[in-house]
């Protein structure tokens, strides 16, 4: 099963930009679909964005498109999320997943990382 661990978080004030990376390891990387999801506080993990094996597909939460871009760089085993113009409403932990089905939407997530804190301030 692969490992995850995420980096990149921190604060940053509201119209800025910051890029998340999830670094993966203990398995062929480009076998999973890869998925970034977050949590604000008080509020349920809900899915943010996703990327198919290649990097071919890609699915995007409504409240992100246009602002936020996932990619993935499988000779270094990492997928990252680019961040920008982001709000107050995006502070969260942002927590990176894999699983090995093809289909972004469908099947769950299997593996995930132990996230990291954004901070959008005013």
């Known amino acids: 099963q692969v490992q995850l661990v995420e980096s990149g978080g921190g604060l940053v004030q509201a119209g800025g930009s910051l890029r998340l990376s999830c670094a993966a390891s203990?398995?062929?990387?480009?076998?999973?679909?890869m998925g970034w999801f977050r949590q604000a506080p008080g509020k349920g993990r809900e899915f943010v964005a996703g990327?198919?094996?290649?990097?071919?597909?890609?699915s995007y939460l409504n409240t992100v498109k246009g602002r936020f871009t996932i990619s993935r760089d499988n000779a270094k085993n990492t997928t990252y999320l680019q961040m920008n113009s982001l709000r107050l409403e995006d502070t969260a932990v942002y927590y990176c997943a894999a699983k090995t089905q093809s289909s972004i939407a469908v099947g769950a997530f299997g593996s995930w990382g132990q996230g990291t804190q954004v901070t959008v301030s005013s």
């Open positions: 203990g398995d062929t990387f480009s076998r999973y679909t």
């Open positions: 990327i198919s094996y290649s990097g071919d597909r890609t």
